[in-house]
């Protein structure tokens, strides 16, 4: 399966963005769809995700801000942002956990926020 990101861009603090991910090719359920992100100079992190069953899970410094979701066929996944701060400044990347244990990773989309 491949996945493609989209909607990344530059936005002024307290603006929002979309991004939205579509996987080409078959997804093995059950899936765990997410975003991660890479902030220039630290680790990746998990940023949200969304179960098989539709439970969302979000790093602490984003609940509130952004939400995640997904399509009942866990094809597509998307991350609403809203409030964004400079620090949300990084490049995100979208995630498939397939039941076999394997992590398959998109190509990643850059968000700039800044004034």
């Known amino acids: 399966v491949q996945l493609q990101a989209s909607g990344g861009g530059f936005v002024q603090p307290g603006g929002s963005l979309r991004l939205s991910c579509k996987a080409h090719?078959?997804?093995?359920?059950?899936?765990?769809l997410g975003w991660h992100r890479q902030a220039p100079g630290k680790q990746r992190e998990l940023v949200a995700s969304?179960?098989?069953?539709?439970?969302?899970n979000y790093v602490d410094s984003v609940k509130g801000r952004f939400t995640i979701s997904s399509d009942n066929a866990r094809t597509m996944v998307d991350l609403q942002m809203t409030s964004l701060k400079t620090e949300d400044t990084a490049v995100y990347y979208c995630?498939?956990?397939?039941?076999?244990?394997?992590?398959?990773w998109g190509q990643g989309t850059l968000v700039t926020v800044s004034s």
């Open positions: 995630t498939y956990d397939d039941p076999f244990g394997h992590t398959h």
């Open positions: 090719g078959t997804v093995f359920r059950p899936a765990v």
């Open positions: 969304i179960s098989d069953a539709g439970y969302t």
